[in-house]
């Protein structure tokens, strides 16, 4: 199976930035996209940002020219830069994997990783 370890959360001010860092390890041959979700009390698991192996990603709407995600050129690395943070970015960060095999989608997810942004 596929292992992730996250890294970087912490607390922040608003206005000030975090990196969060995600690698998968095990069965990943088959990965196709890495990325981040969060959930913050009271509301639902939400998609942050996703970065593929074709090297096209996804944002969420409310995250858009204030975070980044990218890839590391060994393609098992996710990052998410996270610049002008607001407190309502505070959640609990979950990394997600990807795996196809014959068209089937595989999701693993790591422990998550909890961002908070003061006033």
């Known amino acids: 199976q596929v292992q992730l370890v996250e890294s970087g959360g912490g607390l922040v001010q608003a206005g000030g930035s975090l990196r969060l860092s995600c690698q998968a390890s095990?069965?990943?041959?088959?990965?196709?996209?890495m990325g981040w979700y969060r959930q913050a009390p009271g509301k639902q698991r939400e998609l942050v940002a996703r970065?593929?192996?074709?090297?096209?990603?996804d944002y969420a709407g409310s995250v858009k020219g204030r975070f980044t995600v990218s890839l590391g050129n060994a393609k098992n690395t996710v990052y998410l830069q996270m610049n002008s943070l607001k407190p309502e970015d505070t959640a609990v960060y979950f990394c997600?994997?990807?795996?196809?095999?014959?068209?089937?989608?595989?999701?693993?997810w790591g422990r998550g990783t909890q961002v908070t942004v003061s006033s």
């Open positions: 970065a593929r192996t074709d090297g096209t990603t």
């Open positions: 997600n994997c990807q795996l196809v095999r014959y068209s089937t989608y595989y999701a693993y």
């Open positions: 095990g069965s990943i041959s088959i990965l196709n996209a």
